[in-house]
């Protein structure tokens, strides 16, 4: 919480001080990435369990590609409380975005390069589609929140102005990264598509 000297802010300089806190206010959303951690040790019928595409028939798992989406959330709330009691506050916040675990796994039965080198592009596939929403996400994320926040508020006192600018951020952000997993889902299902696995299927085939 930050508070200005009762001897800088009264009156119409309470207003303008409030004013300024909001282009003060630092609201950043960054994408931090993980290098991918490479096992090459598990057969092929553990990775189809841990896939869990058992019952699908056209999907054979020759490789798998595992990642866990981590975000961080930090809100700073930036209030000033004037000699009369006046509350203003703008939310101040870092947002990271990355990943607790990213992995990819090729089944040991591969073990010429041409095939390795084909389940090992499809997999870098996956990688690749985390990889670049989250990046586009971190700017796209930035420009909204700052648009949907970055204004001053007036409050009662400095609790409430504390925790409802708290409670705005984490009901505006958490929606907001929903969406961003469903539309991370919904590309990776597309790379798993009947048709991209028989596309691999025969690019397979044709190894030597």
């Not at 609201?27 to 990775?47: G, Y």
């Not at 490789?63 to 009369?84: Q, Y």
């Not at 499809?122 to 700052?146: D, I, K, P, Q």
């Not at 991209?196 to 190894?207: H, K, N, V, W």
Request: charged share 25%.
């Amino acid at each position: 919480m930050f508070f200005l000297p009762p001897a800088v802010i009264g009156g119409t300089g309470f207003e303008a001080a409030c004013e300024k806190l909001a282009s003060e206010a630092a609201i950043r959303v960054v994408f931090e990435d993980r290098p991918v951690s490479r096992d090459d040790s598990r057969q092929l019928d553990v990775l189809k369990r841990l896939s869990g595409a058992g019952t699908n028939p056209y999907h054979s798992v020759l490789g798998l590609t595992h990642a866990e989406p981590a975000a961080s959330l930090d809100v700073m709330p930036r209030i000033l409380t004037d000699v009369d009691g006046q509350v203003c506050g703008v939310s101040s916040l870092r947002l990271q975005l990355g990943f607790s675990a990213l992995q990819v796994y090729l089944a040991s039965e591969l073990r010429d390069s041409c095939r390795r080198r084909l389940v090992e592009e499809h997999e870098l596939e996956h990688v690749a589609v985390w990889r670049n929403h989250l990046r586009v996400a971190a700017r796209m994320l930035e420009t909204l929140l700052r648009r949907k926040l970055g204004e001053t508020a007036y409050f009662r006192t400095p609790a409430e102005a504390d925790e409802t600018l708290r409670r705005q951020a984490d009901q505006l952000i958490a929606p907001l990264l929903k969406n961003l997993k469903d539309g991370i889902v919904a590309d990776q299902q597309q790379i798993d598509s009947a048709a991209s696995y028989q596309y691999l299927e025969g690019r397979l085939r044709a190894c030597p």
